[in-house]
């Protein structure tokens, strides 16, 4: 039986969480880590829409890995390990021994994301062991959609087009620099370019450019699976705020992301009252809470 004491606090039992050990996935764990995943597709869509790519559980060229929580040959618990921390279907209980192991690899994490009372479990652990964060937003809803949205959708957004991508990628920049308060040039213009290339070539990038070639409003969709997309990088140019126009252009982001998939998510900041209150109307609803932590 697992101790339901937190394993990094000192005042658990020594033989607290005994047999469970973490590991590095490899392909041979891609079958139970599917399972796993798929209890959740919305909440998992990020590490399913990995797994659709990739075909394997085994780390990827670019040095990110999966880490799994064993109790004998049963895998309880995931969490990725890249550029960010992300658990997959991990019990709060369990976070101390992957925040230990994620420590031991020397890495450093832009973020944890997921859900709520996991990544705030991970947070915990990672300050004890002295990482400490820059920003904790500790309550984010996380939303879906499966059916027609309740407005009349903005006939202009369309798919990006890499025709476009001098004028995207500004606009990119600017919606990153206001979420997270820092530019994501700071690691290297190339590494963040490429991945917005990405998104445009394929066919994850969703805006509508004007005839004045300016970026009206932009959204991607960064996890996509044959049954979910998730929605990120919301953006409207401040030109064009505050004229009613962003339920419009979100209900064109869910006819657009219900061709690749039924239903539509995203995740977004408990105090953003204006855009909740637009995902509202345009007929999201919430199915669950996650948290962000900023590093």
């Not at 658990?12 to 995943?37: P, S």
């Not at 009372?117 to 959609?145: K, N, S």
């Not at 308060?181 to 590494?191: D, I, V």
């Amino acid at each position: 039986m697992l101790s339901r004491v937190a394993p990094w606090l000192t005042s658990r039992r020594d033989d607290a969480a005994a047999g469970v050990v973490v590991r590095v996935l490899d392909g041979g764990d891609t079958g139970q880590l599917l399972a796993l995943a798929h209890r959740d597709a919305v909440a998992n869509v990020f590490i399913l829409s990995h797994l659709e790519v990739a075909g394997t559980a085994s780390p990827t060229a670019g040095g990110a890995s999966i880490l799994g929580v064993f109790d004998g040959g049963t895998l309880l618990g995931a969490c990725w390990a890249g550029a960010n921390l992300v658990p997959i279907e991990l019990a709060p209980e369990l976070a101390g021994l992957v925040a230990m192991a994620a420590h031991r690899s020397g890495r450093r994490y832009a973020s944890i994301f997921g859900p709520a009372e996991t990544v705030l479990a991970i947070h915990a652990a990672l300050e004890q062991l002295g990482q400490v964060a820059h920003e904790v937003r500790d309550h984010q809803p996380l939303l879906t959609i499966s059916g027609p949205p309740a407005v009349g959708p903005e006939p202009t957004l369309g798919f990006g087009q890499l025709a476009d991508f001098d004028k995207i990628l500004p606009a990119c920049a600017a919606m990153f620099e206001e979420e997270v308060g820092y530019s994501p040039y700071l690691g290297g213009r190339e590494y963040y370019s490429r991945r917005v290339r990405s998104l445009v070539r394929q066919g994850h990038s969703l805006v509508h450019v004007n005839a004045e070639g300016q970026v009206v409003f932009k959204a991607e969709l960064g996890a996509v699976t044959q049954e979910v997309t998730q929605v990120q990088g919301v953006w409207m140019n401040p030109e064009f705020r505050g004229l009613g126009l962003s339920a419009g252009y979100m209900a064109a982001v869910v006819v657009l992301a219900q061709t690749l998939a039924p239903v539509t998510s995203l995740y977004v900041n408990d105090f953003n009252a204006k855009a909740r209150a637009t995902y509202d109307r345009v007929g999201f609803r919430q199915v669950g809470t996650f948290a962000t932590v900023l590093f």
